[in-house]
């Protein structure tokens, strides 16, 4: 079965657009976000921690000269943390609209495209809050089911501004010190 590259997308033999997602692990589960959004995959590095932020805020890094904020997906989603979780732990840095935030995951493990028809878009989720931002659920044959993601929903808008805000703020709280 031959398949051809566009962009973000590929195309099936039989013509079907495949929308691609860079694929992870928070622990056993198996999660997607639409590879669109990222920006890039940077391994574990120090991150600055921010007093009075959210319990799921890690803090902020420098990435070239550049402050993003960094959350822990895995704190965020209400998902255990058990010792022996992060494989190869590392910070996918993505980006909504003119906003970039890095999300701390246990292992990045593939980029995988789908058709529509290997996406469950209409699944019965009690918790009215996992419905907003599960936007399907991806069944591959013989793989796991993969939950696919809206980060920017996973993250309202309230949170990102406070988030973006307070790391503003502590850069520049740094530069005058640094003056």
């Known amino acids: 079965m031959s398949e051809k590259k566009i962009g973000l997308h ?3 033999a039989k013509g079907a657009r495949k929308n691609k997602h860079l694929i ?3 622990g ?15 391994g574990m590095m120090n991150i600055t921690a921010i007093p009075d ?16 904020s960094v959350v822990d997906l895995k704190s965020k989603l209400s998902l255990a943390k058990k010792s022996t979780d992060s494989k190869r732990p590392c910070v ?17 493990l593939e980029v995988e495209g789908y058709d529509e ?11 009215c809050m996992s419905r907003e931002y599960i936007t399907g659920v991806a069944k591959s044959h013989g793989k796991d089911m993969t939950l696919l993601l809206d980060l920017g929903k996973v993250l ?7 988030v973006t805000q307070q790391a503003q703020e502590q850069k520049e709280h740094k530069e005058e010190k640094a003056a």
């Open 92 to 108: 996918v840095i993505c980006e909504f609209g003119n906003m970039v935030l890095g999300s701390v995951v246990d292992d990045v």
């Open 53 to 68: 932020a959210p319990s799921f805020f890690r803090g902020i890094i420098n990435l070239r000269g550049r402050v993003i």
């Open 24 to 26: 992870f692990s928070l």
């Open 10 to 12: 590929e195309l099936s």
């Open 28 to 42: 056993e589960l198996k999660f997607g976000i639409p590879l669109s959004q990222v920006k890039e995959i940077i």
């Open 156 to 162: 309202k808008v309230e949170e990102l501004a406070y």
């Open 117 to 127: 028809a290997e996406i469950e878009r209409s699944i019965d989720i009690q918790d």
